[in-house]
């Protein structure tokens, strides 16, 4: 993709004025504002109609920046060194003299941070004064924006600018892992935990079921198309759309494959534009084939899982 920079001159311009622009990162598009800023943060949740008590991921150019904000500690340098910029979230202790607006943190003492590797963001993040706040570009509890197309359909016009960047090449959000004391993930994403394990080399906890939410990115009901769909099914009903990883070489209209050939990589980046198109071409329901529970594909089960709840 051709980086045009005049287009993040103007996302630029807006942020400096503490205006909510969307911007694309190699998981999925962000509503992105000035994180310093209680106004741009506040036009962030209203705008996505988050539930308040749901902080923003705070996104960084690298280690000089987050330093000013954050308390770092080894097993963060070691996955930074290794993993970043890539699509993973670390969860760190905020410092005291952070200016994090605390509209982002819902006051909490820690802070959700990444550091995007998509070309054009890295380009706006090193120009920028500021950390971005950015969660998902999509309405809260729905499937999350791979495109401009996508982001458009969800805002229209309410969102003043959208920073074009191409189709987002992870498709799926990060992984994040909380790192204030002993490593856990908190949500599984486009990096594959194994990768994590080897290079901290220990064994990591799990927690992305917890009975005390600390991450609604765990709430049930989330990643959901609009419409209602269930899993594991060997067969489906009358009128279903039925998803699968692996292409089949037969002709049915209303049969969807993630993948050519079952690779889940390539599963996990097309789910969300998949499901988008089912609801497009009016489908009422979802019915899902069994989805290998290794790699990516855990991720991918995880958000079935959790927009079957809706
Ligand atoms: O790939 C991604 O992570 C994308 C791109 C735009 O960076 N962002 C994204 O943001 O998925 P969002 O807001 O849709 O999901 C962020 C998740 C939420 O589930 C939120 O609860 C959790 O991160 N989170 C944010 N701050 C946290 C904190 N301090 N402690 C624990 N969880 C936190
Ligand atoms: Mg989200």
Do not use: W
């Amino acid at each position: 993709m051709k980086i045009n920079l005049s287009n993040i001159k103007k996302a630029k311009n807006f942020l400096n004025k503490s205006e909510c622009v969307a911007i694309p990162t190699e998981t999925v598009y962000g509503l992105a504002g000035n994180a310093y800023s209680d106004q741009a943060c506040m036009k962030i949740f209203r705008l996505k109609k988050r539930p308040k008590n749901n902080p923003l991921i705070v996104h960084y150019y690298d280690l000089k920046k987050v330093k000013k904000d954050c308390i770092l500690n080894n097993n963060f340098l070691k996955l930074y060194k290794k993993l970043s910029p890539g699509p993973i979230t670390f969860i760190l202790n905020l410092k005291k003299n952070s200016k994090i607006s605390k509209i982002a943190t819902n006051k909490k003492n820690t802070l959700a941070v990444r550091f995007p590797k998509h070309p054009v963001t890295r380009i706006l993040l090193k120009e920028l004064k500021f950390p971005i706040a950015a969660p998902s570009a999509n309405i809260s509890s729905r499937v999350s924006a791979v495109t401009s197309n996508d982001v458009k359909d969800d805002f229209g016009k309410r969102i003043k600018y959208i920073l074009e960047g191409g189709r987002s090449n992870i498709g799926i959000e990060s992984t994040i892992i909380d790192l204030r004391k002993d490593p856990k993930i908190l949500r599984l994403g486009g990096l594959d935990i194994n990768v994590i394990k080897k290079i901290l080399g220990k064994k990591i906890l799990i927690n992305i079921n917890p009975a005390k939410v600390s991450a609604p990115g765990q709430f049930k009901t989330h990643y959901s198309p609009g419409i209602p769909i269930r899993l594991n099914v060997k067969k489906i009903k009358k009128g279903e759309a039925y998803l699968m990883v692996r292409r089949k070489k037969v002709n049915k209209i209303n049969y969807y494959f993630l993948s050519k050939k079952g690779n889940l990589k390539e599963a996990a980046k097309n789910l969300y534009s998949t499901l988008r198109k089912i609801r497009k071409d009016k489908y009422k329901s979802i019915a899902v084939s069994k989805i290998p529970n290794v790699g990516l594909g855990k991720t991918i089960n995880d958000r079935l899982l959790r927009a079957s709840k809706f």
